[in-house]
């Protein structure tokens, strides 16, 4: 009879404790479930996951000072596009700028188009200006490479 007694007590402690654990851990679940939602904190989606690593962050809205920057930041502005350009893979490394090497006002504020060609192929690189005021290469965001026919050989995706 005394080994019931131990073996029903036994029982009774591993239930009382069973009645302990379960309802923290669901409470615990629970909690974390609920955070994002009432503090407003957005789950990691598979599009986020699923970006590659050629995909960037989007630039703020860009205002420069003027819509057509001075002719040495035009050109830092091209060099720049096009040495991200070559770096992400999508130009190859023996593209060089094309036209005046001066980048082109296009679509919103602060975007820019930039041409090179590669072995007779043209191309055209937009830009985004991120800066308030153009004074360094970070302040350039590629925002897509076409070719002359128009396909698109990269676009961020905003």
């Keep these: 009879m005394d080994e019931q007694d131990k073996g029903l007590r036994a029982t009774t402690r591993e239930w009382r404790t069973a009645m302990i654990v379960l309802p923290a851990a669901a409470l615990l679940t629970l909690g974390a479930l609920a955070y994002p939602v009432l503090f407003g904190l957005a789950p990691a989606t598979s599009d986020a996951l699923d970006s590659g690593p050629a995909a960037q962050p989007p630039p703020p809205v860009a205002t420069p000072t003027s819509e057509r920057p001075d002719p040495q ?20 490394a023996a593209a060089k700028p094309s036209g005046n090497g001066q980048p082109k006002p296009e679509g919103p504020r602060g975007r820019y188009a930039c041409a ?15 800066c308030e005021r153009f004074d360094s290469q970070n302040c350039v965001a590629l925002y897509s490479i076409t070719d002359a026919k128009g396909a698109v050989l990269y676009r961020r995706q905003d």
């Design 116 to 130: 090179a060609d590669s072995d007779g192929v043209n191309y055209r690189i937009a830009v985004d200006l991120i």
């Design 73 to 92: 930041a035009g050109a830092t502005i091209c060099r720049t596009a096009l040495a991200d350009a070559e770096n992400f893979g999508v130009l190859p």
